[in-house]
């Protein structure tokens, strides 16, 4: 079957690196994402790993995969707070498939 | 360049009633997904139309219909609304094969 599943809550230090977890069953999946909402707006498109990569970092944001215990998770470094959101885990098989999202991480910022 | 369009922004109905929501794709995008964000959740897919037609379908009764036109516009119809069908309603937009992306959303809240 196809389920994503993340912790629904994360509280961080200001500055601190935040580290949100995932785990998925499709063994199919090709494309692994990460989405933030912020409230009442839609969903931004943070970064995607495909299933044949471990690692993908892009500024502060580190994305690591490991496929054989179907775990994605997503590091925010020297996290602000304008990184308040949630979080969400996806994958799909092919870019263009149905995403199949988790419930989302909310990512909560203490000063 | 606009992105993923979304009318309304707002919408409240009461039970029974129809409602149809309208998305505008990327320029460029051919193919357009619906989702639905109930509070609290990740979004589900509803279904996909490439070339005018329904390509994929989620696990959503019939009461949620769909459109697309010749210029890729997308219209989602539901009928007989239920209290339950209140939600976000994301429409993404993609070229086949290609990284979907969100528009803002539709809120509709059912009384």
């Known amino acids: 079957g196809e389920d994503v599943e993340q912790s629904l809550f994360l509280s961080v230090r200001e500055g601190d690196s935040s580290v949100i977890n995932c785990t998925y069953t499709?063994?199919?999946?090709?494309?692994l994402y990460w989405y933030k909402q912020e409230p009442g707006a839609g969903l931004q498109l943070l970064t995607y790993?495909?299933?044949?990569?471990d690692m993908k970092q892009d500024q502060r944001l580190t994305v690591l995969l490991n496929k054989k215990d179907k775990h994605l998770s997503l590091r925010i470094a020297d996290t602000q707070t304008g990184d308040s959101a949630i979080y969400f885990c996806?994958?799909?098989?092919?870019?263009?498939?149905?995403?199949?999202f988790g419930k989302g991480t909310r990512l909560h910022i203490l000063p | 360049d606009a992105g993923v369009t979304q009318s309304p922004t707002h919408l409240i109905k009461t039970r029974g009633q129809q409602v149809t929501l309208r998305c505008s794709p990327k320029s460029g995008h051919d193919t357009v997904s619906w989702y639905q964000q109930a509070l609290g959740q990740g979004p589900q897919f509803i279904f996909q139309y490439y070339e005018e037609e329904e390509r994929q379908r989620g696990n959503f009764p019939d009461r949620f219909s769909g459109h697309q036109f010749p210029n890729y516009s997308s219209e989602l119809n539901v009928n007989a609304l239920l209290l339950g069908d209140s939600a976000l309603y994301l429409c993404?937009?993609?070229?086949?094969?290609?990284?979907?992306?969100f528009g803002p959303g539709t809120r509709l809240l059912v009384l």
């Open positions: 996806a994958e799909n098989p092919n870019r263009d498939d149905k995403i199949i």
């Open positions: 499709d063994s199919s999946s090709t494309y």
């Open positions: 993404a937009s993609s070229a086949l094969k290609e990284t979907q992306y």
């Open positions: 790993i495909f299933s044949n990569m």
